[in-house]
């Protein structure tokens, strides 16, 4: 079964930057379907940016587009996401999950995605 690692995630102020990496334990990674997730404190889990498997599909949340940017580098079998421009507001988990390849459909729904991360806190400071 596929495992992920999230790394990255840390202190930040507001406005700065940081990059989120997870990494899968299996070859099948470069098949998937890749996403991001974040969950607050008192907060549902809720969707940041998907990629399909070869990233020619992205989508992102309405609170992060423009500010975050999700990559992939399949021969290395990790997922990024670049986060810029950050806002207190961003506090929370991130999550790396990954899903059944579904072509050019990057889904938003936690439900879509079988395979999750362990999660990584990112705190942004106003």
């Known amino acids: 079964q596929e495992q992920l690692v999230e790394s990255g995630g840390g202190l930040v102020q507001a406005g700065g930057s940081l990059r989120l990496s997870c990494a899968a334990s299996?070859?099948?990674?470069?098949?998937?379907?890749k996403a991001w997730f974040r969950q607050a404190p008192g907060k549902e889990r809720e969707f940041v940016a998907a990629?399909?498997?070869?990233?020619?599909?992205?989508h992102y949340a309405d609170s992060v587009r423009g500010r975050f940017t999700i990559s992939r580098d399949n021969a290395k079998n990790t997922v990024y996401l670049q986060m810029n421009n950050l806002k207190p507001e961003d506090t929370a988990i991130y999550y790396c999950a990954g899903g059944v390849n579904q072509g050019m459909l990057v889904p938003t729904g936690t439900t879509s995605y079988a395979y999750w991360g362990q999660g990584t806190q990112v705190t942004v400071s106003s």
């Open positions: 990629s399909n498997w070869d990233a020619a599909t992205t």
């Open positions: 299996e070859r099948t990674f470069s098949r998937y379907v």
